[in-house]
């Protein structure tokens, strides 16, 4: 079975496992406060161009989510999100578990748009009884969204906009933030999110890492005491050196953006695959996610040899599904998968 469900399916890239063997006997402080982090966040603050930022890492992109939410809002807050959004469909209502609500808008594409959000807080303060309601603080988005799509530097500096015109921190999870960085037409890159938002972070887990997620926060209020709710949430990692080591090694010699740039490559044969196929895509998706509407009868024959992550329901005879590249695919797999497109 050749996979392509997803981008966390395989180990970690060979310069990772590499350093990971060259330092393993070391000894170094615990928690985060050895040479590889520090090393890591100067590198992280140089390309977004953000001396001042705070830099954390976590270990999987629930963990950030759910940590990041609960450290910005109050107990009366809540967090507005499209209603495809990661935090609204697939992290089991690990938000809500704090206590926090969230607020979903629709969305066709996986993105949510400035005027929408002027709309929900407009709406809360107008209403008289908005004590009785959970309060709009914070816009969370994604970068790609979950259907691969991307914010332009337009679209996210409405969205900054209207937060900052209303008191909202704008929160962006770049769980595949490498592939949104090199996708045809991206206009948005590491300082646009440092100067726009409040708080993001850069994959690692889906990137090439073995696990990790770099927590940005340039927003002064959010910096207090941060590190006590990683800690209180479980997420304060013993062997932080190993995350430190990691996003190093990825953010050294333009590491990150190569293996983004070979997973969106890969991606956008398989596109051109489907396209020439008559296959419609369901999103116009420029990163390493595709999601071709097809026969039932050709997506049974391609699950004989291949894994893919079915999506939507279209209509009686097709359904939507998605196939995902990683740093690992290799593209004789993708060659074999294309011909069999062909013959399907």
Not at 1 to 10: A, H, K, V
Not at 36 to 51: D, E, H, V
Not at 322 to 343: K, M
């Given at each position: 079975?050749?996979?392509?469900?997803?981008?966390y399916?395989?180990?970690a890239?060979?310069?990772?496992?590499?350093?990971?063997?060259?330092?393993?006997?070391?000894?170094?402080p615990?928690?985060?406060?050895?040479?590889?982090?520090?090393?890591?966040?100067?590198?992280?603050?140089?390309?977004?161009?953000?001396?001042?930022?705070?830099?954390?890492?976590?270990?999987?992109?629930?963990?950030?989510n759910?940590?990041?939410?609960?450290?910005?809002?109050?107990?009366?807050?809540?967090?507005?999100?499209?209603?495809?959004?990661?935090i609204?469909?697939?992290?089991?209502?690990?938000?809500?578990?704090?206590?926090?609500?969230?607020?979903?808008?629709?969305?066709?594409?996986?993105?949510?748009?400035?005027?929408?959000?002027?709309?929900?807080?407009?709406?809360?303060?107008?209403?008289?009884?908005?004590?009785?309601?959970?309060?709009?603080?914070?816009?969370?988005?994604?970068?790609?969204?979950?259907?691969?799509t991307?914010?332009?530097?337009?679209?996210?500096?409405?969205?900054?906009?209207?937060?900052?015109?209303?008191?909202?921190?704008?929160?962006?999870?770049?769980?595949?933030?490498?592939?949104?960085?090199?996708?045809?037409?991206?206009d948005?890159?590491?300082?646009?999110?440092?100067?726009?938002?409040?708080?993001?972070?850069?994959?690692?887990?889906?990137?090439?890492?073995l696990?990790?997620?770099?927590?940005?926060?340039?927003?002064d209020?959010?910096?207090?005491?941060?590190?006590?709710?990683?800690?209180?949430?479980?997420?304060?990692?013993?062997?932080?050196?190993?995350?430190?080591?990691?996003?190093e090694?990825?953010?050294?010699?333009?590491?990150?953006?190569?293996?983004?740039e070979?997973e969106?490559?890969?991606?956008?044969?398989?596109?051109?695959?489907?396209?020439?196929?008559?296959?419609?895509?369901?999103?116009?998706?420029p990163?390493?996610?595709?999601?071709?509407?097809?026969?039932?009868?050709?997506?049974?024959?391609?699950?004989?040899?291949?894994?893919?992550?079915?999506?939507?329901r279209?209509?009686?005879?097709?359904?939507?599904v998605?196939?995902?590249t990683?740093?690992?695919?290799?593209?004789?797999?993708?060659?074999?998968?294309?011909?069999?497109?062909?013959?399907?």
């Amino acid at each position: 079975m050749i996979r392509f469900e997803s981008d966390y399916l395989e180990g970690a890239l060979p310069e990772i496992m590499a350093r990971l063997l060259e330092t393993n006997t070391e000894q170094t402080p615990g928690y985060g406060e050895d040479s590889y982090c520090a090393g890591a966040a100067a590198l992280i603050r140089t390309r977004c161009r953000a001396p001042g930022a705070d830099v954390h890492f976590l270990v999987g992109g629930t963990q950030a989510n759910m940590t990041v939410i609960t450290a910005a809002l109050r107990p009366h807050q809540a967090v507005i999100a499209a209603d495809t959004g990661h935090i609204s469909v697939h992290e089991s209502g690990a938000v809500e578990a704090t206590g926090h609500k969230i607020i979903t808008l629709p969305s066709p594409d996986g993105k949510i748009g400035a005027a929408q959000v002027e709309r929900v807080v407009k709406a809360h303060w107008d209403d008289a009884t908005h004590e009785h309601q959970a309060q709009p603080a914070m816009v969370y988005i994604s970068q790609p969204t979950e259907n691969g799509t991307i914010y332009s530097r337009r679209e996210l500096a409405g969205i900054s906009r209207v937060c900052r015109e209303n008191g909202l921190l704008l929160f962006v999870d770049g769980a595949r933030l490498g592939t949104a960085l090199v996708a045809p037409g991206n206009d948005v890159f590491l300082p646009d999110l440092a100067a726009l938002c409040d708080v993001f972070y850069i994959g690692g887990t889906k990137l090439g890492a073995l696990f990790g997620e770099a927590v940005v926060i340039t927003h002064d209020a959010l910096k207090r005491d941060f590190r006590y709710i990683v800690k209180q949430r479980g997420g304060m990692f013993a062997k932080g050196r190993l995350l430190g080591l990691q996003f190093e090694t990825l953010m050294t010699d333009g590491l990150y953006e190569k293996t983004a740039e070979r997973e969106v490559a890969l991606a956008l044969r398989l596109r051109r695959a489907f396209e020439e196929k008559g296959w419609p895509l369901l999103y116009d998706s420029p990163t390493n996610q595709q999601f071709p509407i097809a026969p039932d009868e050709a997506l049974d024959m391609l699950s004989e040899k291949y894994s893919f992550s079915e999506w939507a329901r279209i209509d009686e005879g097709r359904r939507a599904v998605r196939f995902c590249t990683s740093w690992a695919t290799r593209p004789e797999d993708v060659d074999r998968l294309i011909a069999d497109i062909e013959r399907v």
